[in-house]
């Protein structure tokens, strides 16, 4: 029911009408559902703001009237899912299935202005896709080369897809009808969300097997999907000289002075937003 929030302003009122008109599905509240639609069609025309709040009113509605309940009732149930994109169609999909979805990602996130600055940009997404479609096509024809070259462009996509979903989950800002916008497949929601990351301890450090190579790592923490690292000078307190991002807790950081201190300090990404950065970490590059 949810995915017919990716359609266009016109097809979402036609279609939300046609389900109205059935009394199996519909049971409650229809005057109230259909003056949310009403409502809807005469604010397409405004700003995208009020479209997605629009929207937002018809999610409610709309499962209100599934579940039989109140739209207030709705509303608190609602507020309390977790809203984020799932990544696991990237590991079970076959691989013409995972080019379709990639294509259609591409398609809901192109010009959309919930998402102004896709990272990885969309133009990096859709160069690996068909990169991805081309070593499909020659694996058709058999041999092992073709096919290891297939699994690597794969392999490539995935990892970018990965980046995207969690630019994509911060982004929407925990609303359902953005994230549908995207084409995204969404996590099952639940009724037990995590709330706000907590902050994670302080990074344990250890040199690299090169010069100027600092590993850093610290405790995952539940419920985050990206951590933000940064480093400084520690006799530059407030300079930050390096920032990366990891959806691991464990990170590496190349060419750094040697005989320098540094200190690196890391937050946590969740779908409750962003926690306190950890106490930062000292080491001397070598």
């Not at 608190?76 to 899912?81: D, L, P, R, T, Y």
């Not at 013409?96 to 969309?122: E, H, R």
Request: with cysteine.
């Amino acid at each position: 029911m949810y995915g017919e929030f990716t359609k266009s302003s016109s097809e979402l009122v036609q279609h939300l009408r046609q389900i109205t008109s059935s009394t199996d599905e519909f049971p409650n509240s229809r005057r109230e559902l259909a003056a949310v639609i009403s409502e809807f069609r005469e604010r397409c025309s405004s700003t995208q703001l009020a479209r997605n709040r629009s929207r937002s009113a018809l999610t409610r509605s709309v499962a209100a009237n599934l579940l039989g309940i109140s739209g207030n009732t709705a509303k608190i149930i609602m507020a309390k899912f977790i809203v984020k994109p799932t990544v696991n169609f990237l590991s079970t999909s076959t691989d013409s299935d995972l080019a379709l979805s990639v294509s259609a990602i591409i398609k809901g996130m192109t010009n959309n202005p919930v998402y102004p600055n896709p990272l990885p940009s969309l133009v990096t997404i859709d160069t690996a896709r068909a990169a991805f479609v081309s070593a499909i096509t020659d694996a058709s024809f058999g041999g092992v080369l073709q096919t290891a070259t297939k699994n690597a462009r794969r392999a490539e996509l995935v990892s970018l897809v990965r980046q995207l979903a969690s630019y994509v989950a911060v982004a929407c800002g925990g609303d359902l009808v953005s994230l549908l916008s995207s084409n995204f497949p969404i996590h099952k929601p639940t009724r037990d969300p995590i709330g706000r990351p907590d902050r994670p301890p302080m990074p344990k450090l250890s040199h690299g097997d090169q010069s100027g190579k600092i590993k850093a790592s610290t405790k995952p923490v539940r419920g985050v999907f990206i951590y933000n690292w940064t480093v400084g000078l520690a006799s530059d307190l407030g300079t930050i000289t390096q920032q990366a991002q990891s959806t691991g807790a464990k990170i590496s950081f190349n060419g750094l002075t040697p005989g320098q201190i540094y200190l690196v300090a890391v937050n946590a990404v969740g779908a409750a937003g962003l926690s306190d950065f950890s106490e930062p970490a000292p080491l001397m590059s070598l």
